[in-house]
């Protein structure tokens, strides 16, 4: 499935100044780690690499704080200049609402 849907992609996406993040069910960096696979994430280095897109939260930790690293991504131009992308934790502890991750990226002036 992760095939298909990477391959769909060039075609639908505007091929300058992209930028996107979601929930992508695949870390990066790593072993599975509870979720994708090896497969998926040679899949996903491919078309990062023809996009010409970096993925600033890729050895980000995942939220859980289980010692995996995140599956949600933010991806920009690889020719854009950014800070360490950088986990958004609520100041005050509440119950996860979601489980999913929040996280930012801050893009240099060039």
Do not use: F
Not at 13 to 37: H, I, K, M
Not at 48 to 55: A, D, F, G, I, K
């Amino acid at each position: 499935m992760t095939k298909a849907a990477v391959e769909s992609l060039p075609g639908a996406l505007p091929s300058t100044a992209l930028v996107g993040g979601s929930d992508w069910n695949q870390n990066l960096v790593a072993g599975r780690e509870y979720q994708g696979s090896e497969p998926a994430r040679r899949c996903l280095a491919a078309a990062l690499e023809s996009l010409n897109l970096q993925v600033p939260t890729a050895a980000l930790p995942h939220g859980r704080g289980n010692g995996c690293h995140t599956i949600d991504h933010i991806a920009v131009p690889s020719t854009w200049q950014v800070e360490p992308a950088v986990q958004v934790v609520a100041e005050v502890a509440v119950e996860r609402l979601s489980d999913h991750d929040a996280y930012a990226v801050q893009v240099l002036a060039n």
